[in-house]
C-alpha cells in the first residue's frame, strides 16, 4: 500500500510480479517451483549429510563442496519457497521490512556462493597443477580462514546495498518487476536520485562478479593446459569430468546475474527479467548437487554405502 503523508507519498509494502496472470498457469508454476525447491533442498541437504559423516570425504575438495551445498540450500530457500506460495494463493504483497531482508540475503548468498567457487577453482587448481604442495597450501586451517572471508566480506557486501537502497524513497508506484526483491527492481520504481546506487552496483559487480569470474576462469585455463599434458587419458578424462561442469554453472551463474544487474535500472521490467532471475537464483543451486554427485565417483559410493547401511539397520528392526 502507499501511505499519503501531506505533500508526498511513501510505500509502506510492495507488490511482487507474477510468473503469469492467468490462474492454471500460476497453479502450474507454483508446483514446478516446489518441485523445483524440494529436489534441489534434498539434494544439497544429502550432500551435506554423506561429506558430514564419510570420513574419506573429510578433506578440502569436500570440505568447500559441504559449504557451497549449504549455501545452496539456503539460497534456494530465499526466494524459491515464498514464490511458489505466493503463485498458488494469488497473493503478491511484501512489507518493506521482509523486501529489504530479502535483498540482504540474495545479495549476501549470491556473493558467498561466486566467492567459494571461486575458492573451489582455486583448489582444484592447486590439486591439480601442484599436487605435491596441495596439503600445505590447502591446510584445514587455511580452507576454514577462505570460506570465513567469504562470509565476513559477503556481510559487509550485503549490509551495504541494502542499507544504500533503502535510503532511497519509494513512493507513486510500488510494484518491484521481479518475483523476488532485487536492487535492480526496486532502483526502478524508487523516487529518489538513484544515479550513484546505480553506479555502485556497476563497480561492485565488476570487481567482484568479473574478478571472480576472471580468477575462477584463468585456474581452468592453468587446468586444462596441464591435463592435456597427463599421459594417460583416463586421467585427463576423470580431471575434464570434474572441471567442466564447474565451470559451467559458474557461467551459468555469472553472466545470467550480470544481465539483470548491468541492464540499465530505468527499462521497464519484462517476463524475461523474471527468467532471467531464475537463472542465478534456483537453477544453479538445483544443479549443483546433481553435479556433483552424479559426476563424482567418490560421492556416488559414498550414497550406495549410506543406502545400504540404512537398508540393512531397517531390515534388523
Do not use: W
Request: proline share 4%.
Amino acid at each position: 500500500s502507499i501511505l499519503k503523508m501531506s505533500n508526498y507519498t511513501t510505500v509502506t509494502e510492495f507488490l511482487l510480479m507474477g510468473f503469469s496472470d492467468i490462474r492454471e498457469l500460476q497453479i502450474f508454476y507454483s508446483f514446478l517451483l516446489f518441485l523445483i525447491y524440494s529436489a534441489g533442498l534434498m539434494g544439497n541437504l544429502l550432500i551435506v549429510i554423506i561429506t558430514t559423516f564419510d570420513r574419506r570425504l573429510h578433506i578440502p575438495m569436500y570440505f568447500f563442496l559441504r559449504n557451497l551445498s549449504m549455501v545452496d540450500a539456503c539460497y534456494l530457500s530465499i526466494t524459491a519457497p515464498q514464490a511458489s506460495v505466493n503463485a498458488l494463493v494469488n497473493n503478491r504483497i511484501i512489507s518493506v521490512t521482509g523486501c529489504a531482508a530479502q535483498v540482504f540475503l540474495v545479495v549476501f548468498i549470491a556473493y558467498v556462493e561466486l566467492t567459494l567457487l571461486t575458492v573451489m577453482a582455486r583448489d582444484r587448481y592447486v590439486a591439480i597443477c601442484h599436487p605435491l604442495h596441495y596439503p600445505v597450501i590447502m591446510s584445514p586451517r587455511v580452507c576454514l580462514q577462505m570460506t570465513l572471508t567469504c562470509l565476513i566480506t559477503g556481510f559487509m557486501y550485503a549490509a551495504f546495498h541494502t542499507g544504500y537502497t533503502f535510503r532511497l524513497s519509494f513512493c507513486q508506484s510500488n510494484l518491484v518487476h521481479q518475483f523476488f526483491c532485487d536492487i535492480p527492481s526496486l532502483l526502478r520504481i524508487s523516487c529518489s536520485d538513484t544515479f550513484s546506487n546505480k553506479l555502485s552496483l556497476i563497480v561492485c559487480e565488476l570487481v567482484v562478479g568479473a574478478g571472480c569470474y576472471a580468477f575462477i576462469t584463468a585456474s581452468y585455463v592453468r587446468i586444462f593446459s596441464t591435463v592435456l599434458k597427463f599421459p594417460v587419458k583416463e586421467d585427463q578424462k576423470k580431471a575434464f569430468s570434474t572441471c567442466i561442469p564447474h565451470i559451467s554453472v559458474v557461467s551459468l551463474f555469472v553472466i545470467s546475474g550480470s544481465y539483470v544487474y548491468f541492464q540499465p535500472p530505468s527499462d521497464s521490467g519484462s517476463f524475461n527479467d523474471i527468467i532471467l532471475s531464475v537463472f542465478y537464483t534456483v537453477i544453479p543451486p538445483f544443479l549443483n548437487p546433481i553435479i556433483y554427485s552424479l559426476r563424482n565417483k567418490q560421492i556416488k559410493d559414498a550414497i550406495r554405502i549410506l543406502m545400504t547401511r540404512t537398508l540393512s539397520l531397517r531390515n534388523k528392526t
